[in-house]
Each structure stands twice: as C-alpha cells, then as structure tokens.
C-alpha cells in the first residue's frame, strides 16, 4: 500500500480578506504577510471554525438520507458518520484537542425540546451505535429439545439457533431532530465567532506592529503518519 504521506498534493489557495462589515478592508498593494494569532480567544475561535466544518459535513450526510431510494446499508452508514461526527463537537476534549461546544449554551435559547432531542441522540451515539450497551441490540442462542415420550430420551436439534436482534436508530423523527439540532448549531457557532471576532480585533488595535508580529508567519505543517499520535498543541 503506498504511503499517502509521501504523495504530493498541488492545490493553489486563494486567500480573500473581508471585514467585519462585510466589506473589503484597505490593504497596501502587494503581497501582504500573515502572522499568527495566539492566545485563548484566537484559540478558540480557531475551534469554532472546526467545529463548524465538522457540522457542515453532518448537515451535507443529513440530506444524503432524503432520497429513500438510497440503499438501506448506506443509510446507515450515512446516518452512523452523522451521528457520530455531530457528538464528536460535544465530548469532552483528549489533552491538547479542541475545546468542546457546550449544549447547555448552543441550545440555550432554544425551545426545552431541543436538550431533549440532544440527549436522545446522543444516548444513542453513546450506548447504541458507538458502544453496545444498551437493549436496541440483542443476540439470541437457543437449542432445539425433544423428549421421547417412550424412553424419555433427550433429543437435541442442531446445530444451534441464533438470532440477531438490531432496532435501527434511524428514523425519520431521529433525522428531523437531528437535522434541526445541527442549524442551531452552526447559528450559534456563527454568532459566537463574531462576538469573538469583534474582541479579539479591539484587543489587537491596542498592540504595536512588534508585539502582534513577535508571534511569527503564518504557517502550515503537512501532517504525517510519525504525527499523527501527537497533540496539536504538542
């Protein structure tokens, strides 16, 4: 199997500034360098972006499951990676991962049935499609026995009976729910990166050119397979 490491990708970005007013702020002509921005609002806004992009994919899988022609294996596994991917934004970060969102502040402002839905689900992600935990899947393993009624000799009938039990978690209650729960998100996500935004430039306003261009260029590292047990922030 080839390393996809060691395969080149080319791609030409395109990079577009836009105010906070939505215009496009004054810049000198010629290229403009790009230094990084660090702290905790940086940081965290850097994890909403994340956050945001994971969610797209899950409204993207969501409509995946309008067509019911769909077959019902990849249904499923549409539905799995929603799930999943969605929960992925809540749970508890591993050391040196991205903040979590909060549910009791994304859907704050929400109807109370929004929480209701999100604990439903997520029981769901949690005990039913991540681990096997709860009744929604069950196996069954029985043996065939019959008694002579002369000899009152055992008879057993082989081989052994099995049966997989499997409630599905994807319905279309489970869908809209879900569906509905993921633009309250993105809502939020959007509202909360702006609030950050508008801080975090004041705050910026306040710096010298020396001190915001201390923290260096803007830069990127191609991931790796040597890397990819290490923490971002390592």
């Known amino acids: 199997m080839n390393d996809p490491s060691q395969n080149a990708i080319h791609q030409k970005i395109s990079m577009t500034s836009i105010g906070l007013d939505g215009t496009m702020p004054a810049v000198p002509d010629g290229d403009v360098p790009i230094y990084k921005l660090e702290g905790p609002i940086a940081r965290r ?12 994919f899950v409204a993207a899988c969501l409509k995946l499951l309008l067509p019911y022609h769909t077959p019902v294996i990849e249904r499923e596994a549409i539905w799995n990676a929603a799930m999943v991917r969605f929960f992925k934004c809540f749970a508890s970060p591993a050391v040196g991962g991205r903040t979590q969102l909060s549910a009791t502040r994304v859907f704050r402002s929400e109807p109370s049935a929004a929480m209701v839905s999100f604990r439903r ?3 769901l992600r949690n005990k039913t499609l991540v681990h096997d935990e709860n009744s929604w899947t069950q196996g069954k393993l029985g043996v065939g026995i019959k008694i002579d009624p002369a000899t009152g000799k055992k008879f057993m009938n082989l081989p052994l009976f099995y049966m997989s039990l499997v409630a599905t978690t994807l319905d279309d209650e489970h869908v809209s729910n879900l569906t509905l729960l993921t633009q309250c998100a993105i809502k939020w996500i959007d509202e909360e990166y ?21 923290a260096g260029r803007l830069t990127y590292t191609s991931p790796s397979h040597e890397t990819a047990g290490q923490s971002k922030l390592a």
């Open 121 to 123: 689900l997520e029981t």
């Open 45 to 56: 806004m850097i994890d909403l972006q994340l956050h945001r992009f994971d969610l797209e």
């Open 194 to 214: 702006k609030r950050l935004e508008i801080e975090l430039v004041e705050r910026l306003k306040q710096e010298s050119a020396a001190t915001l261009m201390a």
